[in-house]
């Protein structure tokens, strides 16, 4: 029996060890993807201003503001998968409302996209909406139901 404790004891401590490794792994790897990401975002914001230049060389302006519309747009989630990266770096959790958040907001850039460019059918338009729908039911159930959510009692 000492010696089943002794094994358990030992699977235990390298376990701790284990983890507290993965754990600081994953810091680093997350403190890398920090200026990175801000790279990545000054990267995107000045081909917002390049094809702005785009806009002028265009046949229509309407064709211009399809290029546009589109990156802007792209900022957005790609802001909102940010968001949960830098979440993930002070929590060291990731929230699934950010997650559905840049869901969301990617699925409404493709709808407006197919909207703005009039490339979108009733069927693909009716196939997003019941897919926001079920991630804006989701993301209601997340935060209703989130574990930071305190219960309080009636007295």
């Given at each position: 029996?000492?010696?089943?404790?002794?094994?358990?004891?030992?699977?235990?401590?390298?376990?701790?060890?284990?983890?507290?490794?993965f754990r600081t792994a994953v810091d680093w790897i997350v403190k890398l993807l920090?200026?990175?990401?801000?790279?990545?975002?000054?990267?995107?914001?000045?081909?917002?201003?390049?094809?702005?230049?785009?806009?002028?060389?265009?046949?229509?302006?309407?064709?211009?503001?399809?290029?546009?519309?589109?990156?802007?747009?792209?900022?957005?989630?790609?802001?909102?998968?940010?968001?949960?990266?830098?979440?993930?770096?002070?929590?060291?959790?990731?929230?699934?409302?950010?997650?559905?958040?840049?869901?969301?907001?990617?699925?409404?850039?493709?709808?407006?996209?197919?909207?703005?460019?009039?490339?979108?059918?009733?069927?693909?338009?009716?196939?997003?909406?019941?897919?926001?729908?079920?991630?804006?039911?989701?993301?209601?159930?997340?935060?209703?139901?989130?574990p930071e959510r305190k219960v309080t009692l009636a007295p």
């Amino acid at each position: 029996m000492n010696m089943l404790e002794g094994v358990r004891d030992a699977g235990v401590a390298l376990d701790g060890a284990a983890n507290r490794w993965f754990r600081t792994a994953v810091d680093w790897i997350v403190k890398l993807l920090m200026p990175l990401a801000i790279v990545a975002l000054m990267m995107g914001i000045a081909r917002v201003f390049i094809d702005l230049a785009g806009i002028w060389r265009s046949p229509s302006i309407a064709a211009g503001f399809d290029l546009l519309v589109t990156d802007l747009l792209t900022m957005f989630v790609v802001i909102e998968l940010l968001k949960s990266i830098v979440e993930y770096f002070e929590i060291h959790r990731i929230k699934i409302t950010f997650i559905l958040d840049a869901a969301v907001v990617f699925v409404l850039r493709e709808v407006m996209i197919g909207l703005y460019k009039h490339e979108l059918h009733a069927a693909e338009l009716a196939a997003l909406a019941g897919l926001l729908l079920v991630m804006g039911a989701f993301r209601i159930a997340a935060v209703r139901f989130s574990p930071e959510r305190k219960v309080t009692l009636a007295p």
